[in-house]
């Protein structure tokens, strides 16, 4: 009996979890925070259109996450040779500005963009 409480309250917890999506919360408003501060939301937005740069809303389902990671914290290299950067810059004409971001904060601006994409 005592077992089946323990199981149940492990379910809901599993169930609590899939709800969120398993987005770490914290590491979200970090990214959000970065997302102003590093410029981003000048040319990009999440879920209300296109400005200087795509829309990012969806993003990491279309991307890679090392291919992001890339992108953000190198756009320069990868302007120039990764056939995905390439033709995003044929189509939008002007060049992600490198904003200095590190691999960490990266991650952080990722996991915001995922939890704003599934809102
Ligand atoms: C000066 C405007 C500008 C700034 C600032 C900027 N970007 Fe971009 N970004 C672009 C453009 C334009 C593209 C499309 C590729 C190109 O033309 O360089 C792009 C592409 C991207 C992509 C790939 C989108 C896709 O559909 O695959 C991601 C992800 C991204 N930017 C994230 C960021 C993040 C995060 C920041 C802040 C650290 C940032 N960008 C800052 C203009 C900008």
Known sequence: M???LAFSVLGTA???M????????????KGEKLFKQKGCM???TIGKGRLVGPDLKGVTERRKPEWLIAMITNPDSMLKYDPIAKQLLKKYKTPMT???VSEEEAKAIIEYIKRESGK
Request: with cysteine.
């Open 14 to 16: 599993v169930v609590l």
């Open 42 to 44: 000048a040319c990009h």
């Open 2 to 4: 005592r077992r089946m």
């Open 98 to 100: 490198n904003q200095n």
């Open 18 to 29: 899939a709800a969120g999506k398993g987005i770490n919360q914290d590491l979200a408003a």
